[in-house]
């Protein structure tokens, strides 16, 4: 079941570990429902600035996912720095 981004108007859901246990059919779904989300409020003259944050977020993790792999973020960024 592909996760849904229901976002409001006070402040964003996603976390790193979320947007990291989404297959890639999720993120993308996810991504494709934000933009039409933005476009939709844009249209009606909303406030889209929470959307904005939220699609930045999903469009962050795919281009790591591009970049880096799909196992990028749960190998190297929640590794805790012993240093």
């Known amino acids: 079941m592909p996760a849904t981004i229901e976002a409001t ?5 996603l976390t790193r570990e979320t947007l990291s246990t989404m297959s890639d059919r999720e993120l993308n779904d ?3 429902d934000i ?3 933005i476009r939709m409020f844009r249209k009606n003259g909303k406030d889209t600035k929470v959307f904005e944050v939220e699609y930045c977020y999903l469009e962050d993790e795919s281009q790591r996912r591009a970049t880096y792999g799909r196992n990028f973020v749960s190998r190297n960024l929640y590794k805790k720095r012993t240093r």
């Open 9 to 13: 108007e006070e402040e964003s859901h």
């Open 30 to 32: 996810s991504l494709s």
């Open 35 to 37: 933009t039409r989300k």
